[in-house]
């Protein structure tokens, strides 16, 4: 079993930053496991959209378009934490924001494929 939990949201006006953290624990996750990585977030409403993605081993990432040049991925391994920083905020970023695993050693943007989901951390951007 597999538990990631996510911290780092809250209210921010726009044109602001955050930096959501997602800590992954579990006698299935370690150091050694092989997971990718992704971020996912859900407004009212709206479906459960891909966000960004990174591979077990950091070395690829992927972004969806709405967040290219202002969202970064990145993780470290020895922590089992994966961050996403969130700069130049609008506030059609508002929405649920997930953390999710996926057992597979290549980078995946399809919700289907995350085994792990955490409970979300709610991103509210004022205009």
């Known amino acids: 079993q597999v538990q990631l939990v996510e911290s780092g949201g809250g209210l921010v006006q726009a044109g602001g930053s955050l930096r959501l953290s997602c800590a992954a624990s579990?006698?299935?996750?370690?150091?050694?496991?092989?997971?990718?990585m992704g971020w996912f977030r859900q407004a009212p409403g709206k479906e459960r959209e891909f966000v960004a993605a990174?591979?077990?081993?950091?070395?690829?990432?992927y972004y969806a378009d709405s967040v290219k040049g202002r969202f970064t991925i990145s993780r470290d391994i020895a922590k089992k934490t994966v961050y996403l920083q969130m700069n130049s905020l609008k506030p059609e970023d508002t929405a649920v924001y997930y953390c999710?695993?996926?057992?597979?050693?290549?980078?995946?943007?399809?919700?289907?494929?995350?085994?792990?989901w955490g409970q979300g951390t709610q991103v509210t951007v004022s205009s």
């Open positions: 990174i591979a077990w081993n950091g070395g690829s990432t």
């Open positions: 579990g006698r299935t996750f370690s150091v050694y496991s092989r997971y990718c």
């Open positions: 999710a695993a996926a057992q597979t050693n290549t980078v995946v943007v399809v919700t289907t494929f995350y085994n792990y």
